[in-house]
């Protein structure tokens, strides 16, 4: 089983989110929020979390959105700092032909680099590959989501 197996989504933000120590997955509550568009009009708004951004309805767990939002790169990236692990993140312009295919590449400790077609990915997955060699129970958590539970 590799890291880069498990898709972008829920199951790859909360090995993420656990890696980093969250331990707690119910919402901080949900808080009126609004803004609207370029022009002006068609203001959105309701209430979300501030934590994860997600709506009451959307259900699910309070995870930030790790592997597909860039906005969240760096504070992996300073989790990962913090423990003395050394960052690089390369960006590979591959051209509409292959566009997406392995766009971004990251890694931290020098010698583990992963790639993936967007940068939050990237950083994800080279994460948690160093992460699961000193984290016994992170390692098992990663083969217990990639067979399908969480
Ligand atoms: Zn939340």
Redesign the pocket.
């Known amino acids: 089983m590799r890291i880069d197996e498990i898709p972008a989504g829920p199951k790859l933000d909360m090995l993420v989110a656990k890696m980093m120590g969250q331990e707690d997955f119910g ?2 509550g949900f808080f009126w929020q609004e803004g609207v568009t370029e022009d002006g009009e068609d203001g959105w708004n309701g209430f979300y ?1 501030p ?4 709506a009451e309805a959307d259900g699910g767990p ?1 995870v930030k959105p790790y592997s597909t939002n860039r906005a969240c790169i760096w504070e992996m990236v300073e989790w990962m700092n913090s423990l003395s692990y050394p960052f690089a993140l390369r960006l590979d312009w591959h051209g509409p032909a292959v566009a997406g295919k392995g766009y971004a590449t990251a890694g931290f400790s020098g010698d583990h680099h992963v790639s993936a077609n967007t940068e939050a990915l990237a950083v994800c997955y080279a994460a948690l590959a160093v992460r699961a060699e000193v984290d016994e129970g992170l390692a098992q958590a990663i083969i217990e989501s990639a067979r399908g539970g969480i």
């Open positions: 919402h901080i979390c934590r994860c951004g997600k309070c």
